[in-house]
C-alpha cells in the first residue's frame, strides 16, 4: 500500500481516473434519469412483481454500471499499454461473462423474460468462466469444483438480485465487496492488474449510483444491474476469496470458507432465510414477498435509512475481519474457525430469528401462475 502512495504514476493515474470515472457516472446518470423513464417499470398490479416501494421508477443503474465497466477495459489500454492482459483467456471470459449477465438482465427489465431462460444465461455465465480458467480450487478432482463454481455463479446472482428489495442495500453491499478486493490488490502492489482499474471504475459508478439509490431513491439497478454486478462479484469471490491468487502458499479450507462468507455475508444469509421460510411455508423461493431480512427490521419499526445503515455497518465491519484475518493470522487452526464461524452464525440466527418474529406481520408471498425469479424491489 506504502509502495502505490510513493509512486506518483501509479496514484496519480488511479486517483485520477477514479475522480474522473465519479463525475462521469454523475453525469450518465443524470442523463439517463432525464430522457430513460420507462425502462424497468412495470405494472405492479400484473401479479408477477411485488415492490417494498410504492412508487415505479426508472430500473437503469445497470446501464451506467456496464458503461463505466467498458470505459475502464478501454482506459486499461491507454494507460498501461498492455495488448498481452486484453488477450488472456481470463479477461476474454469475464468479458463475455459480464456481457451475458448484462443483456439478460436488460432483457428482464425490458421484457419481463421467463424464469427458465434467465438460468440458463446464468449457468452460461459460470460456464464461460469455467472455460477461460476461472475456477474454484477447493477439491482435488476438478469435476467437483466446476460444479462448486457454477453453483457459487449462479447462486451470487441470485443473491444480489435477491437482496436488491430497498433502497442503497446492494449498492452499499457491493461497494464494501469492491472495497476490499481493491485493499488487497493494493497490499500486493498489483497495479497493472486490468481487474484494479475495473474495479476502481465499479467503485465510482456505485458510489454515483448510491446517490441516486438512498432513500428516497429516484433510480433502481434493475436486474440490468444485479445481474451484472452478480457475475462481476462472483468473478471477484472466485479469484480474490475462494482461491487467493495473491498467497504463495496453499490457503486452508476452513480460512478459504470463512474470508469468502465474511465478504458475501449479507446476501448469503438474506438468501438463506428467505429460501429457509419460504420453503417451510410450502412457497417458491423465486416468487417475490416481503419477507426479507432488510424488510424482517422495518417490520421492527426501522426506517430505510436505518435499514441501510445497519447493513452498512455489518457490511465493512465484516470486511475488516476478512483483512484482519487474510493479514494477521497467517498459521490457521480449527480454534479460528470456531471463533469467526460463531459470528458469522450470530449474524445469521439474529436476521433468521427477527424474519420469524415478524413472519406474522409480513405479506404473503403470491404464487401465480406465471412466476418470475427474484425480482428487483420484490
Same mark, same amino acid.
Given at each position: 500500500?506504502?509502495?502505490?502512495?510513493?509512486?506518483n504514476y501509479y496514484s496519480v493515474v488511479y486517483c485520477t481516473y477514479f475522480a474522473a470515472a465519479v463525475v462521469f457516472s454523475f453525469l450518465i446518470y443524470s442523463?439517463?434519469?432525464? !430522457?430513460?423513464?420507462?425502462?424497468?417499470?412495470?405494472?405492479? #398490479? #400484473?401479479?408477477?412483481?411485488?415492490r417494498w416501494g410504492s412508487m415505479s421508477k426508472p430500473a437503469i443503474g445497470g446501464i451506467g454500471f456496464y458503461i463505466?465497466?467498458?470505459?475502464?477495459?478501454?482506459?486499461?489500454s491507454t494507460f498501461f499499454a498492455s495488448n498481452e492482459t486484453l488477450h488472456n483467456s481470463s479477461f476474454i471470459g469475464l468479458l463475455l461473462s459480464m456481457a451475458a449477465g448484462f443483456l439478460i438482465g436488460l432483457a428482464d427489465d425490458a421484457y419481463?423474460?421467463? *424464469? $427458465?431462460?434467465?438460468?440458463?444465461?446464468?449457468?452460461?455465465?459460470? =460456464?464461460?468462466?469455467?472455460?477461460s480458467g476461472v475456477h474454484i480450487n477447493f477439491?482435488?478432482?476438478?469435476? %467437483?469444483?466446476?460444479?462448486?463454481?457454477? $453453483?457459487?455463479?449462479?447462486?451470487?446472482?441470485?443473491?444480489?438480485?435477491?437482496l436488491d428489495n430497498m433502497d442503497g442495500i446492494t449498492t452499499i453491499?457491493?461497494?464494501?465487496?469492491?472495497?476490499?478486493?481493491?485493499?488487497?490488490?493494493?497490499?500486493?502492489?498489483?497495479?497493472?492488474?486490468?481487474?484494479?482499474?475495473?474495479? =476502481?471504475?465499479?467503485?465510482?459508478?456505485?458510489?454515483? !449510483?448510491?446517490?441516486?439509490?438512498?432513500? *428516497?431513491?429516484?433510480?433502481?439497478?434493475? #436486474?440490468?444491474?444485479?445481474?451484472?454486478?452478480? =457475475?462481476?462479484l462472483a468473478y471477484i469471490g472466485i479469484v480474490y476469496f475462494w482461491n487467493d491468487?495473491?498467497?504463495?502458499? *496453499?490457503?486452508?479450507?476452513?480460512?478459504?470458507?470463512?474470508?469468502?462468507?465474511?465478504?458475501? $455475508?449479507?446476501? =448469503?444469509? #438474506?438468501?438463506?432465510?428467505?429460501?429457509?421460510?419460504?420453503?417451510?411455508?410450502?412457497?417458491? *423461493? %423465486?416468487v417475490g414477498g416481503k419477507d426479507h431480512t432488510t424488510h424482517s427490521l422495518a417490520y421492527l419499526g426501522l426506517s430505510d435509512r436505518a435499514v441501510a445503515f445497519v447493513f452498512m455497518i455489518i457490511s465493512f465491519v465484516s470486511v475488516a475481519l476478512l483483512l484482519v484475518i487474510k493479514y494477521?493470522?497467517?498459521?490457521?487452526?480449527?480454534?479460528?474457525?470456531?471463533?469467526?464461524?460463531?459470528?458469522?452464525?450470530?449474524?445469521? $440466527?439474529? %436476521?433468521?430469528?427477527?424474519?420469524?418474529?415478524?413472519k406474522s406481520k409480513k405479506e404473503k408471498s403470491p404464487q401465480s401462475a406465471s412466476p418470475k425469479l427474484e425480482p428487483t424491489h420484490s
Open positions: 500500500m506504502k509502495e502505490f502512495f510513493s509512486n442523463l439517463l434519469l432525464r !430522457f430513460v423513464k420507462t425502462l424497468g417499470i412495470r405494472n405492479n #398490479d #400484473d401479479g408477477t412483481i411485488i463505466v465497466f467498458l470505459l475502464s477495459v478501454a482506459s486499461y419481463n423474460t421467463r *424464469p $427458465l431462460l434467465k438460468f440458463s444465461v446464468q449457468v452460461l455465465c459460470g =460456464v464461460i468462466l469455467i472455460a477439491f482435488e478432482q476438478n469435476i %467437483f469444483n466446476y460444479l462448486l463454481t457454477l $453453483l457459487w455463479v449462479v447462486g451470487i446472482m441470485n443473491s444480489i438480485n435477491m453491499v457491493s461497494i464494501a465487496i469492491v472495497e476490499a478486493a481493491i485493499f488487497i490488490t493494493l497490499m500486493h502492489y498489483d497495479v497493472t492488474s486490468i481487474n484494479l482499474i475495473i474495479l =476502481v471504475g465499479l467503485l465510482s459508478s456505485l458510489i454515483a !449510483f448510491l446517490y441516486y439509490n438512498w432513500n *428516497p431513491s429516484r433510480m433502481y439497478m434493475g #436486474d440490468t444491474g444485479s445481474q451484472f454486478l452478480g =457475475v462481476f491468487e495473491y498467497s504463495n502458499a *496453499p490457503i486452508s479450507h476452513g480460512k478459504q470458507v470463512i474470508i469468502t462468507l465474511l465478504a458475501f $455475508l449479507l446476501p =448469503v444469509i #438474506d438468501t438463506t432465510t428467505v429460501v429457509i421460510n419460504r420453503l417451510s411455508k410450502g412457497q417458491s *423461493p %423465486f494477521q493470522y497467517t498459521e490457521w487452526t480449527w480454534s479460528h474457525t470456531l471463533w469467526f464461524s460463531s459470528y458469522i452464525l450470530a449474524m445469521f $440466527l439474529f %436476521f433468521f430469528i427477527t424474519s420469524r418474529l415478524n
